[in-house]
């Protein structure tokens, strides 16, 4: 019985690293790369109707570009640009399992210029919807995140969820 429960708890964790390889790879081609992350941002500035010369644009492009190069810092190990599930799984989850902390920073940037675009929890959610969140994670994802007086989300919690999400073993995450 415990046999099986380990078995069965190992695959749920295989199934959620998966699916968060899957959030990362925009393009759907097994990789991770710096194209991944101008997609993400292409689609959300599509999605709010932003332009890329406006100064929301260019944070959010800068702050693709930054993520990118913290997560190929981390997990590119053979330097070819990409990131494969291999190096995902040993490099990023790995090494930010440890260190929380450095996903929350290599990610940052990145979500504090989303966080200028979509800034209450129903555009958090548009915008889950438009990185390819499922319907029901993209909801329940932005409905628990806190929000100042003004309805923003608050961004130093959001950086922590994201975090948690991205980087937890946990298999009820």
């Known amino acids: 019985m415990e046999h099986t ?4 708890r190992e695959r749920l964790l295989q199934r959620r690293l998966a699916s968060r390889f899957a ?4 393009d759907g081609d097994g990789t991770i790369s710096r194209e991944d992350f ?6 959300l500035l ?16 800068d702050g693709a570009e930054a993520f990118w190069q913290g997560m190929a810092g981390i997990a590119d190990v053979d330097g070819d640009q990409k990131v494969s599930h291999e190096e995902f799984l040993g490099g990023a989850v790995k090494r930010l399992h440890d260190h929380p902390e450095r996903f929350a920073e290599i990610a940052r ?30 909801a329940l ?7 100042a007086d003004s309805g923003a989300v608050d961004e130093e919690a959001a950086v922590g969820a ?3 999400y991205f980087m937890t073993e946990d298999r009820d995450a």
């Open 141 to 147: 994802s932005a409905r628990t995140l806190p929000t």
């Open 38 to 43: 101008s997609t993400a941002a292409k689609r």
């Open 109 to 138: 940037p990145f979500l504090h210029a989303a966080l200028a675009i979509a800034a209450t929890p129903a555009e958090v959610e548009r915008a889950l919807l438009a990185l390819g969140v499922s319907p029901v994670a993209a």
């Open 5 to 8: 429960q380990h078995t069965d």
């Open 46 to 61: 599509t999605e709010f109707g932003v332009t890329f010369r406006s100064d929301r644009g260019q944070a959010l492009c």
């Open 162 to 164: 994201f975090a948690r």
């Open 23 to 26: 959030a990362f790879d925009q």
